[in-house]
């Protein structure tokens, strides 16, 4: 078995799951314009998939403020895959993660404690706001 390979992590308003497997995803961004500071929002989703694993891992998801390495949330799991071909899709409600400040926000997510994959996560002073 070689490393794992991150397929995707998409940042979305929703993610859903159909009847017949597939998953819906749906408003992705990349920025939170927030009216003031701490701010938290309502929940919102990670769509993780990994492939090339198989037995039991676990994952965790880090959100840490660039700069100030102050972190706004996170959240860790289990999941199992029967061999390497299968691509397991990981469905991650973020029910609440608090940001402190403005700015960049790395999101990064991880399988048994090895990093895999990051992504930034803007977040800024809504315009005409207090």
Known sequence: MGEPVLVALLIADRVIEEKN???GIIGTFTTF???SF???FPPWFIYAAV???AG???FAINLVHALTNQVAGG???KFSTASTDQVVELIIPIM?????????YDLT??????????RVLSVVHAKGSP
Do not use: R
Not at 96 to 104: I, Y
């Open 51 to 53: 492939t090339n694993l």
């Open 75 to 77: 959240i860790s799991g």
């Open 109 to 118: 997510f991880q399988v048994d404690s090895a990093p895999l994959g990051a």
């Open 38 to 40: 701490p701010v938290s």
């Open 96 to 104: 609440k993660a608090v940001f402190p400040s403005e700015g960049k």
């Open 21 to 23: 497997g597939k998953k």
């Open 33 to 35: 314009n927030a009216p």
């Open 56 to 58: 039991d891992h676990d």
